[in-house]
């Protein structure tokens, strides 16, 4: 029914064709005919017919339904790219094409859904070399520094990495034949705010009964990439400058112990505050506490009267 609906609506909104239309070319093109077209929508294969127009100079055709829409025959809507970038994020392809048709009711190949993903990589791409020019440009950063654009008051990096799996295979392989094992790096900005004592958890009631500050993270913005910790560093100053890092009166970082980590930091961000998150304070000092040596029964009580003779002495004078 969704489906047929789609089709419905899309088939009756051009109403009477024009005789001509404009080609974004800049030339003109002619109505020809009602041509039908085929998309994939959140509903399944959607049919509609709609104007076609033709007879340009740079032999393009062009349907105004289409335009307005932002559809392209024989691809899927925006609606359903959404849902299978998170899907190819989340799972593995073959998974979650699976894990799709559960919800949807019906199948998507994994390579319309890597296809997807991937699509939406090389934008996330282009827009994070766009920060990295930006971020080298003098001229722009000092535009950057004169602007009115509202700069937070305290603002929160937090970097870390983690191991993934790379599978390079051929298109006619199905399964892996060489795996190898390599680090993608991590990094957020964010803000806090107070959580209002409803909405504190039991834990948040125990930070605010110590008269601490009960906070939460807003307006998180992520970046990550598999490569060096020098290139990397590049990516946190870029997208630093885009969030006004180099402007706030306070930027805190709180990031895990690797000494590459804090390195970038202190390269672009000599006036940090240079926090450890608990995580990994808390695992380090574990693994401190388990590997220091621990004295004897002799040297214990040789310790101890050591100290009672000091503790005489220091009582006579």
Not at 99 to 108: C, D, I, N
Not at 119 to 135: F, H, T
């Amino acid at each position: 029914m969704g489906a047929a609906a789609v089709g419905q609506l899309l088939s009756s909104s051009a109403g009477t064709p024009e005789a001509k239309w404009p080609c974004p070319c800049g030339g003109r093109v002619t109505y020809a005919r009602r041509r039908t077209a085929t998309i994939l929508s959140v509903f399944g294969k959607v049919t509609y017919a709609r104007a076609y127009y033709a007879g340009c100079t740079c032999q393009h055709g062009l349907a105004p339904v289409d335009i307005e829409y932002g559809l392209q025959p024989g691809h899927v809507t925006a609606g359903l790219a959404e849902l299978l970038t998170l899907a190819g994020v989340e799972l593995p392809f073959e998974p979650g094409a699976r894990w799709l048709k559960g919800f949807l009711l019906f199948g998507v190949s994994e390579n319309t859904i890597r296809q997807e993903t991937q699509a939406v990589g090389i934008v996330q791409a282009q827009r994070e070399e766009l920060l990295r020019q930006r971020s080298l440009d003098l001229v722009w950063l000092q535009t950057q520094l004169r602007s009115n654009e509202p700069v937070p008051a305290r603002l929160y990096g937090s970097v870390d990495a983690a191991k993934v799996r790379i599978e390079p295979r051929a298109h006619t392989e199905k399964q892996a034949v060489h795996e190898a094992w390599r680090d993608v790096k991590v990094g957020c900005w964010y803000e806090t705010e107070p959580i209002s004592p409803a909405q504190r958890s039991g834990r948040q009631r125990q930070v605010a009964d110590q008269r601490e500050a009960s906070l939460r993270a807003k307006n998180i913005r992520y970046y990550c990439d598999i490569t060096e910790a020098a290139t990397f560093g590049e990516l946190m100053w870029a997208t630093g400058c885009a969030r006004q890092a180099q402007r706030t009166s306070e930027l805190i970082f709180v990031c895990g112990g690797a000494l590459w980590i804090w390195n970038q930091i202190a390269a672009a961000y000599p006036q940090a505050i240079q926090i450890v998150d608990w995580y990994h304070a808390a695992d380090r000092l574990t693994r401190v506490a388990h590997a220091a040596p621990r004295p004897g029964l002799a040297e214990t009580r040789h310790h101890s009267v050591v100290g009672r003779s000091s503790g005489a002495s220091d009582s006579r004078m």
